[in-house]
């Protein structure tokens, strides 16, 4: 099993910047790919953007040119840095880990970016 725990969202004005982090623990070799996904009520959770494990990154149209992901495999942890935030961005964040063909999620950290 794999507990994921983020951190780092907040409350942040249009323009600002917040970097979102999620840590794995629990049985962590073979972790593949990572990444981060959001959703807002009454729609469906959506990609932000993955990473694999040597590094190369994907990233949803919206978040292109804004958004950075990195990870961490020494300390089993990836990053979001958020730039250019717009209030449209305001969701719940989920990290997302697979590792050997099953999905963990972790709890959720809200990001609320007002206008």
């Known amino acids: 099993q794999v507990q994921l725990v983020e951190s780092g969202g907040g409350l942040v004005q249009t323009g600002g910047s917040l970097r979102l982090s999620c840590a794995a623990s629990?049985?962590?070799?073979?972790?593949?790919?990572m990444g981060w996904y959001r959703q807002t009520p009454g729609k469906q959770r959506e990609l932000v953007a993955t990473?694999?494990?040597?590094?190369?990154?994907n990233y949803a149209d919206s978040v292109k040119g804004r958004f950075t992901i990195s990870r961490d495999n020494a300390k089993n942890t990836v990053y979001l840095q958020m730039n250019s935030l717009k209030p449209e961005d305001t969701a719940a964040y989920y990290c997302?880990?697979?590792?050997?063909?099953?999905?963990?999620w972790g709890q959720g950290t809200q990001v609320t970016v007002s206008s």
């Open positions: 997302n880990v697979a590792r050997n063909g099953a999905l963990y």
């Open positions: 629990g049985t962590t070799f073979s972790i593949g790919a």
């Open positions: 990473i694999t494990r040597s590094g190369s990154p």
